[in-house]
């Protein structure tokens, strides 16, 4: 099972355009309005489209829930 078969659930981190500027939570650097960024809906957390903040924490996330997909969690 692949994570694009895997179940989506509202508070699952996503990549989302933004309605309002604002600062990527580990680099700082500013995002514009409908700039890409990767968002935490539980803490709120944005991150820009950078190999090492949202391009990362992307890839985190996918591995993780791969990973709970393929051990049925």
Known sequence: MSYRSRRSFPQD?????????????????????????????NTRTVFCSGANCGQQESRDFGAAAADEAMLGG
């Open 13 to 41: 981190p996503r990549w989302i355009e933004l309605r309002y500027a604002c600062d990527c939570a580990r680099c700082g650097a500013p995002i514009p309005v409908r700039g890409r960024a990767f968002y935490y809906p």
